[in-house]
């Protein structure tokens, strides 16, 4: 799972505890990473991701390199965006704005192990 989020984004910080909450339900399925674009600074990245107790990595990408790529196969309009990849690393999935709940990824995962036969 990859989260593009910024400290600056309200949508990003409302959705952030659910994120922290289905990383740490999907610990044993699912490997979560996050893509920090447009930060003004490394400083407000590192206390968002303290102050939030962020249990997985992400990448520091403040001119939005690193999201070209996915950018390429779904146009990511602003964060929070939320991107499900499948064992290939494909996207199987996209959520734009903020998670509507903890639920939801959680559910899309369990689905694609289903339809691997995970």
């Not at 690193?66 to 991107?83: C, D, I, K, M």
């Amino acid at each position: 799972m990859v989260n593009v989020w910024g400290s600056w984004c309200s949508p990003c910080v409302a959705e952030q505890p659910d994120l922290v909450e289905a990383a740490e339900q999907l610990a044993d399925t699912a490997d979560f990473v996050g893509i920090n674009i447009r930060e003004t600074s490394a400083e407000n990245a590192q206390a968002f991701v303290r102050s939030y107790d962020v249990p997985y990595p992400s990448i520091y990408d403040p001119d939005s390199k690193a999201l070209l790529s996915f950018s390429e196969v779904v146009p990511v309009r602003s964060p929070p965006t939320t991107f499900v990849l499948d064992e290939e690393g494909r996207i199987a999935a996209a959520i734009f704005g903020a998670l509507p709940s903890v639920g939801t990824p959680v559910d899309v995962v369990e689905e694609l192990e289903v339809e691997s036969g995970g």
